[in-house]
C-alpha cells in the first residue's frame, strides 16, 4: 500500500506540474518575481527608516545629556565658590551618571550607525539587482510576446491551429462531397450516351435486345400479313379467312384447273 500512494502521489504531483506548467504566463511570473523583489526592497528601505530614527532619538538624548553634563558641572563649581562642598558633591555625582549614560547612549548610537550602514549597503545592493532583473523582464517579455505572436502567425499559414484545423476539416468535406457529386454526374452521363435511358427500356422493363429484335420482326411480319390482305380485297371483293392470305397472289395453286379430272 506504501508504494502505491507513492506512485499515486507522483503521478498526481506530475499532473498538476503538468497542468500549472500550462496555465503559466512567462510574462504574468515575471512581474510576480519583480513585485516581490520590490516588496523586499521596501522593507529593506524601511527598516534604514526605522534605525535613522532610532539613532536620531538617542542622538537627542545624547544632546539633553551632554547639556545636563555642562549645566551639573557648573553647579558643582558655584557650589563650591559658596562654600558648599556637599552641593558641589552632589552635582557632581550627578555629572557622573549623567556622562555614563551618555556615554552608553554613544556606544548605542554607534551601533544603530553601522546597521544603518549595512542596511543601506545591501539596499543599494537590492536596488541595483532589481534594476537589472527589471532589465532582462521587459526583454524576456518582449522575447515571449515576439514567439508568441511567430508560433500564431505560423499556425495561421500552416493550419495548424485549432480553427484552422476545423476550417480544414470543412474544406475537405466539401472537396470530398464536391468529387462524389462530379463522378456520380459523369456517371449519369455514360449510362445515358450507352442508352441505358432509351424509352423502350422505360416503357418495357426488363427487355434485352433479342426481345427487342424479335418484336421488331413479328412487327414486319403483320405489316406484310395487313398488305396482303388488302391486294385480296381489292382483288375479289371478298375477305379472305385466317390462313388463306397469300392465296390471292397465286390462285392457279388454289383450285384445280378446267378439263382436269
Do not use: C, H, W
Request: no cysteine.
Amino acid at each position: 500500500m506504501a508504494g502505491m500512494g507513492g506512485r499515486m502521489s507522483t503521478v498526481i504531483k506530475a499532473k498538476i506540474s503538468k497542468l500549472l506548467d500550462k496555465a503559466e504566463d512567462p510574462s504574468e511570473t515575471l512581474e510576480y518575481s519583480y513585485q516581490k523583489q520590490m516588496e523586499l526592497l521596501q522593507n529593506v528601505k524601511k527598516g534604514v527608516a526605522d534605525v535613522v530614527t532610532s539613532k536620531k532619538r538617542l542622538q537627542l538624548q545624547a544632546n539633553k545629556l551632554e547639556q545636563q553634563v555642562v549645566k551639573l558641572d557648573t553647579q558643582a563649581r558655584q557650589a563650591l565658590a559658596a562654600g558648599r562642598e556637599d552641593l558641589a558633591r552632589v552635582a557632581l555625582e550627578r555629572k557622573q551618571f549623567a556622562q555614563q549614560e551618555l556615554q552608553s547612549l554613544d556606544g548605542q548610537v554607534a551601533e544603530l550607525e553601522t546597521q544603518q550602514a549595512a542596511l543601506v549597503e545591501k539596499e543599494q545592493k537590492l536596488r541595483s539587482k532589481l534594476e537589472q532583473f527589471r532589465t532582462k523582464k521587459e526583454v524576456i517579455k518582449a522575447q515571449y510576446s515576439a514567439a508568441e505572436a511567430q508560433v500564431k502567425i505560423s499556425e495561421a499559414a500552416t493550419g495548424v491551429g485549432e480553427e484552422m484545423a476545423d476550417v480544414g476539416l470543412a474544406m475537405q468535406r466539401a472537396m470530398d462531397k464536391t468529387e462524389n457529386m462530379r463522378a456520380r454526374a459523369n456517371a449519369m452521363d455514360e449510362l445515358e450516351a450507352s442508352g441505358a435511358f432509351d424509352d423502350n427500356l422505360t416503357l418495357t422493363p426488363g427487355q434485352d435486345d433479342l426481345d427487342r429484335e424479335l418484336a421488331e420482326l413479328t412487327s414486319g411480319n403483320q405489316v406484310d400479313d395487313d398488305l396482303a390482305r388488302l391486294k385480296a380485297e381489292l382483288g375479289t371483293g371478298d375477305t379472305p379467312a385466317p390462313g388463306q392470305l397469300g392465296a390471292g397472289e397465286g390462285g392457279a395453286e388454289g383450285k384445280p384447273q378446267e378439263g382436269t379430272p
